[in-house]
């Protein structure tokens, strides 16, 4: 056999302008890499030193790993820097999502229960201002989310996966854990108590309903049927982390819009009631009539939750130098929030027009049942109460994983190790009990939606503008600063207003929202 040539062995030539066409990274996948072009950038990276005129005098083997090292470093996103800790908690503990996975937790975390109760907002704005309420609050916490998004990677090497992270970027250490804990908290542990509540509530009715007049004379009561749902809760929260509950989150988006749909439709479908007005609600006193307008904007903002878990579902993405995690991101969420907008404005509108100043305070599907469960088929009211079931458990899900973050958070820092199987179900088992034991001392959770709305209405308005000032840094009075600082401090205001709106309605017993009443 003739041997070859040893010198055919090197194929490339160490000439100063002809790069490999194609490398191989190390996880054996070939990209092709076309001839080179010297650029002028004015940017470093640590890859810019590997050049053509770097490499010239330098063999053809070494060049061919400095090359790939490039590719590679290039391929991984080479400044990130990775906290081991993530690798053991729910939020982090895996990067698979998708633009897929974005928009079914995006939809599941936007449409809910408080959807339902917008008609009892509009009854005290009236239609034009309940309509640009709306619209206002659509667009102003879209914005804020295309700050989130886009913030989760502003400092090059750093991942910000938790809100409370980017508020101790923005803010410092110590004033970013005051200002952004305490919103995000209450709205994740205060959603998840009031979902057991609706849960409960609903599970009751829809056994009513379908079990009609040969029920047993021994029915559930209303705290037993709280118990049965946090179980199935608790059952499902044993889903190890966030990507693990994608399908959960298919879930509670389809029957969310499919509910919010079924509501509005079978309202409008059937004949008004007597006596209808579109006039605001009058009240006795301009200061009463104030406190309920404030209120009735905070229920507005209510609708539009779920900017605490944006940097949370973001985390949850791989994030590379050419493929940066906010691209299939805000391309869910994009998506999402166009159904979110599909669900809400007619719900909103629609329930208005069939129900107007009559609307009761627990929201449409409370006045469908009252109004209409006589000329409605059982078999679709038993199937809306039993998708609003569903889609509460789904929410549940999702609302709940920022607190088993920060339970195995402290777990993982104190032990340096990973939470065991027994740990991790422990922990998620006592926090479903702590919510079903403050429903059950608390049970008018449920009614708070205006004060709910104000109180976290920073996480969602307010925060994210300040974010972009201090972490981008605009140039100081040009337009984005002033519209950035503007928007920001409106929030505030608008947080006080509706928080003491909200006090007010609850302290006088005037507008109590419950979204059903135990019977």
Same mark, same amino acid.
């Given at each position: 056999?003739?041997?070859?040539?040893?010198?055919?062995?090197?194929?490339?030539?160490?000439?100063?302008?002809?790069?490999?066409?194609?490398?191989?990274?190390?996880?054996?996948?070939?990209?092709?890499?076309?001839?080179?072009?010297?650029?002028?950038?004015?940017?470093?990276?640590?890859?810019?030193?590997?050049?053509?005129?770097?490499?010239?005098?330098?063999?053809?083997?070494?060049?061919?790993?400095?090359?790939?090292?490039?590719?590679?470093?290039?391929?991984?996103?080479?400044?990130?820097?990775?906290?081991?800790?993530?690798?053991?908690?729910?939020?982090?503990?895996?990067?698979?999502?998708?633009?897929?996975?974005?928009?079914?937790?995006?939809?599941?975390?936007?449409?809910?229960?408080?959807?339902?109760?917008?008609?009892?907002?509009?009854?005290?704005?009236?239609?034009?201002?309940?309509?640009?309420?709306?619209?206002?609050?659509?667009?102003?916490?879209?914005?804020?989310?295309?700050?989130?998004?886009?913030?989760?990677?502003?400092?090059?090497?750093?991942?910000?996966?938790?809100?409370?992270?980017?508020?101790?970027?923005?803010?410092?250490?110590?004033?970013?854990?005051?200002?952004?804990?305490?919103?995000?908290?209450?709205?994740?542990?205060?959603?998840?108590?009031?979902?057991?509540?609706?849960?409960?509530?609903?599970?009751?009715?829809?056994?009513?309903?379908?079990?009609?007049?040969?029920?047993?004379?021994?029915?559930?009561?209303?705290?037993?049927?709280?118990?049965?749902?946090?179980?199935?809760?608790?059952?499902?929260?044993?889903?190890?982390?966030?990507?693990?509950?994608?399908?959960?989150?298919?879930?509670?988006?389809?029957?969310?819009?499919?509910?919010?749909?079924?509501?509005?439709?079978?309202?409008?479908?059937?004949?008004?009631?007597?006596?209808?007005?579109?006039?605001?609600?009058?009240?006795?006193?301009?200061?009463?009539?104030?406190?309920?307008?404030?209120?009735?904007?905070?229920?507005?903002?209510?609708?539009?939750?779920?900017?605490?878990?944006?940097?949370?579902?973001?985390?949850?993405?791989?994030?590379?130098?050419?493929?940066?995690?906010?691209?299939?991101?805000?391309?869910?969420?994009?998506?999402?929030?166009?159904?979110?907008?599909?669900?809400?404005?007619?719900?909103?509108?629609?329930?208005?027009?069939?129900?107007?100043?009559?609307?009761?305070?627990?929201?449409?599907?409370?006045?469908?049942?009252?109004?209409?469960?006589?000329?409605?088929?059982?078999?679709?009211?038993?199937?809306?109460?039993?998708?609003?079931?569903? =889609?509460?458990?789904?929410?549940?899900?999702?609302?709940?994983?920022?607190?088993?973050?920060?339970?195995?958070?402290?777990?993982?820092?104190?032990?340096?190790?990973?939470?065991?199987?027994?740990?991790?179900?422990?922990?998620?088992?006592?926090?479903?009990?702590? =919510?079903?034991?403050?429903?059950?001392?608390?049970?008018?959770?449920?009614?708070?939606?205006?004060?709910?709305?104000?109180?976290?209405?920073?996480?969602?308005?307010?925060?994210?503008?300040?974010?972009?000032?201090?972490?981008?840094?605009?140039?100081?009075?040009?337009?984005?600063?002033?519209?950035?600082?503007?928007?920001?401090?409106?929030?505030?205001?608008?947080?006080?207003?509706?928080?003491?709106?909200?006090?007010?309605?609850?302290?006088?017993?005037?507008?109590?929202?419950?979204?059903?009443?135990?019977?």
């Amino acid at each position: 056999m003739e041997e070859r040539p040893e010198t055919e062995l090197i194929s490339i030539p160490a000439t100063p302008r002809v790069s490999t066409p194609e490398i191989q990274t190390p996880s054996g996948q070939r990209s092709p890499r076309p001839a080179s072009k010297e650029t002028k950038s004015s940017a470093w990276t640590p890859t810019s030193f590997i050049s053509p005129r770097f490499l010239s005098p330098i063999g053809t083997p070494m060049k061919r790993v400095l090359i790939n090292m490039k590719g590679y470093l290039e391929e991984v996103g080479h400044l990130t820097k990775l906290n081991p800790q993530d690798a053991w908690l729910p939020i982090t503990e895996s990067r698979n999502g998708n633009a897929h996975y974005a928009a079914f937790h995006n939809l599941n975390a936007g449409v809910g229960f408080q959807a339902l109760v917008l008609p009892v907002a509009f009854a005290f704005l009236g239609w034009s201002w309940g309509i640009l309420a709306l619209t206002i609050a659509y667009c102003w916490q879209l914005y804020t989310l295309w700050i989130l998004v886009q913030l989760h990677e502003a400092v090059p090497g750093k991942r910000y996966n938790r809100y409370v992270e980017l508020a101790q970027a923005a803010f410092g250490e110590r004033l970013g854990v005051w200002l952004a804990l305490f919103p995000t908290v209450y709205l994740s542990a205060g959603t998840a108590t009031a979902l057991i509540l609706i849960g409960g509530e609903t599970m009751k009715l829809f056994f009513q309903i379908v079990c009609g007049p040969l029920c047993t004379s021994n029915p559930l009561t209303t705290v037993e049927w709280y118990l049965v749902f946090t179980s199935l809760c608790i059952v499902l929260s044993q889903l190890p982390n966030l990507n693990s509950i994608a399908g959960l989150s298919l879930v509670g988006a389809v029957t969310a819009i499919t509910y919010s749909t079924m509501v509005w439709v079978l309202s409008v479908s059937q004949e008004r009631p007597p006596m209808i007005s579109y006039e605001p609600l009058s009240l006795p006193s301009s200061a009463a009539a104030f406190f309920s307008v404030m209120n009735a904007l905070g229920i507005v903002a209510f609708a539009f939750r779920g900017h605490n878990l944006v940097l949370e579902i973001q985390a949850t993405m791989p994030s590379t130098f050419k493929h940066p995690a906010h691209v299939p991101m805000w391309r869910g969420a994009k998506v999402a929030y166009f159904f979110i907008a599909m669900c809400l404005f007619p719900v909103a509108i629609g329930g208005f027009w069939a129900y107007g100043n009559l609307m009761p305070s627990g929201g449409i599907l409370n006045a469908l049942y009252g109004f209409h469960s006589h000329d409605i088929p059982r078999g679709l009211l038993a199937l809306a109460f039993l998708l609003v079931v569903f =889609n509460c458990l789904s929410s549940f899900q999702i609302y709940s994983m920022p607190v088993f973050d920060s339970f195995e958070a402290g777990y993982t820092s104190r032990t340096n190790r990973p939470c065991s199987i027994w740990v991790r179900s422990g922990f998620r088992v006592f926090y479903g009990f702590v =919510n079903f034991f403050i429903g059950v001392a608390l049970p008018f959770l449920s009614s708070l939606a205006g004060l709910l709305g104000g109180l976290t209405l920073p996480v969602t308005f307010a925060y994210p503008c300040f974010m972009w000032v201090l972490i981008k840094r605009p140039t100081k009075y040009s337009f984005n600063w002033y519209f950035n600082w503007i928007l920001g401090w409106l929030g505030i205001a608008f947080s006080l207003a509706f928080s003491i709106g909200g006090v007010w309605s609850i302290v006088n017993d005037g507008l109590k929202l419950k979204f059903f009443k135990p019977n």
